[in-house]
Nanobody
């Protein structure tokens, strides 16, 4: 089982930026797709962004396109989510996700094999 540990969450004002990091425990996972999801209070977990094994192919939810950027450093076994121009609607717990084998890029909950415990992001208005 892959261990995923998120960090970088916190409280930020609307319009601000945060960078989330996800440390991946096993080097072998550098060959799989990775993603970020979030869950707002009282809502279901939703897809935010996904990246393929190489870092060259990415996918984003419409609500974050142009504001968020997912990337990965396979040498450091780390996946990042740069979040800019944050809005109160971005508030929630952000989860790192590892894709199932043969999933090129994570785009939904069904593509995920392992989850981190999450890091909380709060955007004040």
């Amino acid at each position: 089982q892959v261990q995923l540990v998120e960090s970088g969450g916190g409280l930020v004002q609307a319009g601000g930026s945060l960078r989330l990091s996800c440390a991946v425990s096993r080097r072998a996972r550098s060959t799989y797709g990775m993603g970020w999801f979030r869950q707002a209070p009282g809502k279901e977990r939703e897809f935010v962004a996904g990246v393929d094994w190489s870092g060259s192919v990415t996918s984003y939810a419409d609500s974050v396109k142009g504001r968020f950027r997912i990337s990965r450093d396979n040498g450091e076994n780390t996946v990042y989510l740069q979040m800019n121009t944050l809005e109160p609607e971005d508030t929630g717990v952000y989860y790192c996700a590892a894709g199932k084998p043969f999933i090129i890029i994570v785009r939904g909950i069904g593509d995920v094999s392992d989850w981190g415990k999450g890091t909380r992001v709060t955007v004040s208005s």
